[in-house]
């Protein structure tokens, strides 16, 4: 670093996190930090803690040991999960939940950060704002020509891209999305890569993905957990080369 610089406080900062379930360590003293702006991509073997480390972070999964901190001061370990989604942590799960029986359109409109309570959707006239932000998302996400349609008519990669919307809809500061891509084709994937490419020019993003073309497209960061710890960190090439990474995850 030269001096004088300042490296800027983490976004997130996960250290030391031990998670034990009847014994069995899901987490293993395991540390991250994601920079102010960072994309992260997280991959690793069934079973490395992934999702229990998203569960961490989102309030659901309280550690045993450790430390979970969200812009610099925050200990997430105190909150709840509503607390923490008030904070600006959003998550996507991976199975998407969409209001099925609504349109595109309303979906996002339900979704605009604590504007409406369900019943006033459909009967208010949005507001010129609500109106603007929408077409953004639907141009983000690509579902302009679908908005009339009812989400549950939209292909599973759509459905994706409007509950990606309707969490950017909530303006989190920080995203976790987990695996977005199972289940898409390779058009899909290549769309979901940039539209997260493009949704981290404004937003940090953490994303847990099995599928390597999608995670060489992101082009970020990667960490590989292992056994509930870090097994390496860098970009993918790298920990491609990794001959332990190799062993455990990406040779079998
Ligand atoms: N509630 C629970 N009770 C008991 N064991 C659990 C619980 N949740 C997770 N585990 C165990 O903890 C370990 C880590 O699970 P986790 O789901 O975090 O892994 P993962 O990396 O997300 O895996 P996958 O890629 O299969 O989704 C697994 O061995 C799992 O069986």
Avoid: C
């Amino acid at each position: 670093m030269l001096i004088g610089e300042i490296s800027p406080k983490p976004l997130l900062y996960v250290d030391g996190v031990t998670v034990t379930f009847d014994g069995f360590r899901a987490l293993n003293q395991l540390s991250l930090v994601i920079a102010p702006g960072e994309m992260r991509a997280i991959i690793g073997p069934n079973g490395a803690g992934k999702t229990t480390m998203m569960d961490v972070i989102t309030g659901k999964t309280r550690p045993d040991t450790g430390t979970v901190s969200f812009n610099g001061d925050v200990d997430l370990t105190k909150l709840d999960e509503a607390a923490i989604a008030q904070l600006g942590i959003g998550r996507k799960f991976q199975k998407p939940t969409v209001f099925e029986s609504h349109t595109v359109r309303d979906n996002l409109l339900l979704s605009l950060a604590g504007l409406r309570r369900p019943h006033k959707v459909l009967f208010a006239r949005e507001t010129v704002a609500e109106r603007t932000r929408i077409d953004e998302l639907l141009g983000l996400t690509k579902l302009g020509d679908a908005k009339d349609r009812l989400a549950g008519d939209l292909s599973h990669g759509q459905k994706q891209w409007l509950e990606i919307g309707m969490l950017l809809a909530q303006e989190p500061e920080l995203l976790l999305v987990d695996e977005p891509v199972a289940g898409m084709t390779d058009a899909e994937t290549e769309e979901t890569a940039a539209l997260l490419v493009e949704i981290n020019k404004s937003h940090s993003v953490v994303v847990v993905e099995h599928d390597m073309s999608f995670v060489k497209a992101l082009g970020v960061k990667v960490t590989v957990l292992h056994e509930g710890s870090v097994l390496a960190e860098g970009p993918l090439d790298q920990v491609q080369a990794n001959e332990r990474v190799i062993e455990v995850y990406l040779g079998r």
